[in-house]
């Protein structure tokens, strides 16, 4: 999947930035920094939608009204690239064949890691 670009309103504290992207309903989060705030809303936007069906329309930056001397970033967001930087295990449940499943045991394979390399190669990962 391509990168998705979300315009996220970053306003400057005493210290640091806090920052509200407004395509996702209440996805919010602050940084010290200028880049540990932008890292910590690329995290807040994958957090906000992991799990959805579908991904919420960018909107145009020039379409955001900001207050005072707030600023938009365009924030990437790729949600494989998220999933493979916050790798968390899945529980699958599958049915072999008795005969390949005694032959696997047979020959020590991890079940787990032959379906991850068999699955990387047929997506071209």
């Not at 579908?54 to 930056?61: L, T």
Request: charged letters at 20%; glycine letters at 6%; hydrophobic letters at 40%.
């Amino acid at each position: 999947m391509k990168n998705t670009y979300y315009p996220a309103v970053f306003h400057p504290e005493e210290v640091g930035f806090s920052v509200f992207i407004p395509d996702i309903e209440g996805c919010c989060t602050q940084g010290d920094t200028m880049d540990e705030a932008v890292e910590m809303a690329k995290d807040a936007i994958g957090l906000m939608l992991e799990g959805v069906d579908e991904y919420p329309h960018a909107s145009s930056p020039s379409a955001l009204s900001l207050e005072g001397e707030d600023f938009v970033v365009m924030i990437s967001f790729n949600p494989a690239e998220y999933a493979r930087k916050n790798n968390r295990a899945v529980k699958k449940t599958l049915s072999l064949p008795a005969w390949l499943n005694e032959a696997a045991e047979a020959a020590h394979l991890n079940f787990s890691g032959v379906l991850q390399e068999a699955l990387k190669a047929k997506l071209g990962m």
